[in-house]
């Protein structure tokens, strides 16, 4: 392994893992399954006698699953020990570790966890080493939210993959499968062993800003297929599948990160929509479920979110739908669970609820501590902290982080990023790209008409690790297929010069390609479209995003949606224009008229092909 402070490599041996854990399984009792002994065999008596070993600030650390700036366990940079100074109050992850003893970490982008595969790896590698390291050490679950499509925190040279709503549109359990086992092969590989993906929301609401194409759509038998297909996948590689978020973010204009959304459902419409693809993933034997920021008055009339309801996580979650397995909250520091209760009273009414592990408070210090407090007064027990550490305990044993939490170079040599991984991704979004409108069969664009292409439109920040900007990828993508494409990237909201600039350069176009982003009735990108129309030449518009956007656009002669502006779905968007892939997706969702929302334009299962 390489340590995450010097570079330098050893490959841990097997004996140097349980010799590091020596100090937790000779304390265990007898006639127990150690820790760490050989063949992995892990059963709640021994895992009990793990947990009567710890102390109780060591049993309230367990249920926290924390964010820590920086690159490496031990040496992070100034700038990362500062941010950590003054969030978390320790230096690095090693301090956090060795403070608040941890069950979790979730690595994040802007955290500065994710450089680069080997870089990841040696955090990971220190992370344990340093939990390992501790009296009763025990190791940690390293998460991160590795959805594919617009949110990964893994970049390349790792391989991305189509998105939820994308491989809806595929359709393929096969392929979905495909994800959750190459995705999983590589996240492993890196240390990271619980991934909160796949997304099983039903997206019903086409002004969704929080959920949208990170769905796979709006058919909730759909999404349990590719769910459950997923999640097996995810199985297969060693790796935590998460379904998130419980009880359904799939109809709310609000995001609770920023505010405190409220579903309307009523029961007999939650249990038809919503809950349909939760029960396929408990079905499938998925390891942990988020819960969401939301209220659904209809299953909990107290008007509190989600994630602090008993009704709902234990009354429903636990005992209606009979799920045993972990149960993570969405991030503490989003505003919709922050709004009714403060920051101190979060964690523990969460645990009271039937929670399992506390995801990335605002304040660990607060949170931990409340929770501590909560237990030392009685209005929790520790009887209730065992069983939230024991679910947490059986899935570590379960992805073997109680035989060998370590990971090697080779082994990410051999699996991140590698060129079968990249083939997969690129053949699975050929089968996503959806055609929705093709007028006078402009496509696919002939070069010896059309070679002259010209690729304008949004450039929103590109996801984690991708070449971006879109325009910029297109154009490249088009002249490597024997195009003469240039770019010139207008923006997500185009001024009138952007607007006469891209008009002026069309008139030496033959043809015009308008990457779009979740374009809305008074979007300035309607009038881009629609000049560009006017002056005659050929215009092609690829929803980059939301496939909604064709309702607002009928001035284009044809139109593609994409579901995301990563570089393998804008490049096989690309080789559909040219017609080296032909267009095989279909809607996940319908989209509605423009003029009449009440009305279909296209139904859920459209799609063109040629």
Wanted: net charge neutral; no cysteine.
């Amino acid at each position: 392994m390489r340590d995450s402070s010097t570079g330098s490599t050893a490959s841990p041996s097997r004996r140097t893992v349980l010799a590091a854990t020596a100090a937790t399984t000779a304390a265990l009792a007898l006639n127990t399954t150690p820790a760490g002994a050989a063949g992995g065999r892990h059963d709640d008596a021994s895992l009990r006698a793990l947990i009567s070993r710890m102390t109780l600030e060591e049993k309230v650390g367990q249920l926290f699953v924390m964010r820590v700036y920086g690159h490496s366990a031990t040496a992070p940079d100034q700038a990362d020990i500062d941010a950590n100074l003054t969030e978390l109050g320790v230096r690095t992850a090693a301090e956090l570790i060795a403070r608040y003893r941890v069950g979790g970490i979730i690595y994040f982008t802007w955290a500065h966890n994710t450089r680069d595969p080997h870089q990841i790896a040696a955090l990971s590698n220190g992370i344990q080493r340093v939990s390992l390291a501790q009296p009763r050490g025990l190791p940690v679950l390293i998460s991160t939210d590795q959805e594919h499509g617009i949110v990964a925190r893994v970049g390349k040279p790792a391989t991305l993959f189509p998105g939820a709503m994308a491989l809806g549109a595929g359709g393929s359990r096969e392929d979905a499968r495909t994800v959750g086992r190459l995705s999983g092969t590589e996240l492993r590989a890196l240390g990271i062993r619980q991934d909160y993906s796949p997304v099983a929301d039903v997206n019903v609401n086409p002004a969704n800003p929080v959920i949208g194409v990170r769905s796979f759509g709006a058919d909730p038998r759909a999404v349990a297929r590719l769910v459950t297909a997923e999640v097996e996948g995810y199985r297969g590689a060693g790796v935590a599948a998460t379904s998130k978020h419980f009880p359904g973010h799939g109809d709310t204009a609000v995001d609770s990160h920023f505010g405190f959304p409220v579903i309307t459902h009523s029961r007999q419409l939650w249990s038809d929509l919503d809950a349909v693809p939760f029960r396929a993933a408990i079905r499938a034997g998925i390891d942990s479920i988020m819960t969401a920021h939301i209220m659904v008055p209809a299953l909990d009339p107290a008007g509190d979110p989600a994630t602090l309801s008993r009704p709902i996580l234990t009354g429903i979650l636990r005992e209606e739908l009979g799920y045993d397995g972990v149960v993570v909250t969405d991030s503490l520091g989003m505003e919709g669970v922050r709004t009714k209760y403060g920051d101190d009273r979060v964690p523990v009414l969460a645990l009271k609820a039937g929670v399992d592990q506390l995801l990335n408070p605002p304040s660990i210090d607060v949170a931990w501590h409340a929770v501590l407090d909560a237990v030392r007064g009685g209005e929790l027990t520790e009887t209730r902290l065992d069983e939230s550490i024991l679910r947490v305990l059986r899935l570590k044993a379960k992805l073997g982080l109680l035989d060998d939490p370590y990971v090697g170079d080779a082994g990410v040599d051999r699996a991140v990023g590698t060129a079968a991984h990249l083939r997969a991704a690129d053949r699975i979004a050929e089968r996503t790209t959806t055609l929705l409108v093709n007028k006078r069969g402009l496509l696919p664009l002939s070069r010896r008409t059309h070679r002259r292409v010209l690729v304008v439109g949004a450039d929103p920040a590109s996801p984690t690790g991708t070449d971006g900007p879109p325009t910029t990828v297109l154009a490249a993508a088009l002249t490597a297929l024997g195009f003469t494409a240039t770019a010139l990237s207008t923006g997500t909201a185009p001024t009138g010069a952007a607007v006469d600039g891209a008009v002026a350069a069309a008139a030496g176009a033959d043809a015009v390609v308008v990457a779009t982003y979740n374009v809305t009735a008074a979007s300035s990108q309607r009038t881009l479209v629609d000049r560009l129309a006017a002056t005659g030449v050929p215009v092609v518009v690829i929803a980059v995003r939301n496939p909604y956007d064709v309702a607002l656009l009928p001035s284009a002669d044809a139109h593609l949606a994409a579901y995301s502006w990563t570089d393998v779905e804008l490049r096989a968007a690309a080789r559909v224009i040219a017609g080296r892939a032909a267009p095989r997706g279909r809607l996940p969702v319908a989209v509605q008229r423009a003029d009449d929302p009440a009305q279909v334009l296209y139904p859920i299962g459209y799609g063109m092909t040629y």
